[in-house]
C-alpha cells in the first residue's frame, strides 16, 4: 500500500492519496503469457492532518493484510515513518523520495494497463476528481 501525503491540510490544499495494489503469478499460461500481473485494490484520496493520514495508512495496510506500507516523503514528509510508528508500530513502512513528475512515475503502470497485464479489481476511488498539474 502506498501513501502520496499532502504537505498542507487546510481546505483548498493538495489531497493526500492512498491505494492498495497487488501482484499475481498466474499458475497456468493463457496465450503463452507468464508474466506477472498487477492489480488496483483499492484507492482513495481526501484531505487529512498528519495524524489522521497515518491512521488511515495503518487501517488500510492492517485491512488489505498489506506487506509494507511505502511513503512518499517529498516536500518535507520524512517525518511521516516517525508518526506512522507512533500511531501502529507494527506496520512495516519504507521511504521513497520521487525524483522525477507523476506522468512519468505513473507511465509504467499505465503500461501494463495497455498490455493488458493490469487489472482493477476494485477502486472505490475519488469521489472528488484528480488534479493534475
Not at 481526501?46 to 512518499?72: F, G, N, S
Request: glycine fraction near 6%.
Amino acid at each position: 500500500m502506498s501513501v502520496d501525503p499532502a504537505t498542507k491540510s487546510h481546505e483548498n490544499a493538495d489531497m493526500t492519496a492512498f491505494t492498495v495494489a497487488g501482484r499475481e503469478f498466474p499458475v497456468e499460461t493463457m496465450f503463452g503469457d507468464d508474466r506477472p500481473r498487477g492489480y488496483l485494490l483499492h484507492a482513495e484520496q481526501d484531505r487529512y492532518t498528519p495524524t489522521q493520514a497515518m491512521k488511515r495508512a495503518a487501517a488500510l495496510y492492517h485491512e488489505h493484510r498489506a506487506d509494507c506500507a511505502v511513503i512518499e516523503a517529498n516536500n518535507g514528509g520524512d517525518y511521516l515513518p516517525a508518526l506512522l510508528e507512533q500511531v501502529d508500530p507494527t506496520v512495516n513502512w519504507r521511504i521513497v523520495h520521487a525524483t522525477r513528475g507523476k506522468r512519468a512515475r505513473t507511465a509504467p503502470a499505465a503500461r501494463l494497463y495497455e498490455q493488458a497485464r493490469g487489472r482493477m479489481s476494485v477502486l472505490s476511488c475519488c469521489s472528488r476528481s484528480w488534479r493534475s498539474r
